[in-house]
């Protein structure tokens, strides 16, 4: 049986994925509060992961490219697809000397279950807190809002994606991925 805070989460995020693709979503300040400014150093993190290597911190990825993508919840419709959709583009993130994240709320054990169940080869980081969420303008009260984010190898935020459409959003990360690295 479904209990009433996870009913209300579930309603909440399809209300917000519904909203997302409707375009209802003001892209200066995103729904999650203040972006961080392109071209700036990115806002930085450490936080508990679902795989064996403990924590994740942005500053032990200097010499990558990273997509730090924050989603809703773990299980969701909408996280599930985006979730595929990146480890089924992972090859080419791979040759392209790039590390995907995800966050969200949820913690570790809920997301090794769904790395699990989803074959993800990418880490989910549990921003149990909000913490890094926040700073990224990417909260909304008890989950994180669906954002994604590159940053470059000397840990500059590049892109910043607030109007998601899971179905498509690797593909469109990937190409905008390929023009920055072909300008830098």
């Known amino acids: 049986m479904i209990s009433r805070r996870n009913f209300l989460t579930v309603l909440l995020v399809c209300c917000l994925t519904f909203c997302g693709w409707l375009n209802l979503t003001p892209s200066a300040d995103a729904l999650g509060g203040k972006l961080p400014a392109i071209n700036q150093a990115a806002p930085e993190f450490s936080l508990p992961t679902n795989t064996n290597d ?4 942005l500053s032990d990825l200097r010499w990558k490219w990273v997509v730090l993508y924050f989603y809703p919840k773990d299980f969701t419709s909408g ?19 790039t590390q995907i994240i995800g966050v969200s709320a949820d913690d570790v054990d809920s997301h090794a279950e769904f790395c699990d169940s989803e074959g993800l080869k990418f880490p989910l980081l549990a ?9 990224y303008g990417s909260w909304m009260s008890f989950i994180s809002s669906r954002h994604t984010f590159i940053i470059d190898p000397q840990g500059n935020l590049r892109e910043t994606f607030v109007k998601v459409n899971p179905n498509i959003h690797s593909q469109e990360v990937l190409a905008r991925l390929t023009e920055l690295q072909a300008a830098s």
């Open 54 to 57: 403990g924590k994740v911190a």
């Open 79 to 97: 996280c599930t697809i985006e979730a595929r959709r990146f480890q089924e583009d992972l090859p080419k993130y791979i040759d392209k000397n």
């Open 127 to 135: 921003d149990t807190t909000g913490a890094v969420s926040k700073a």
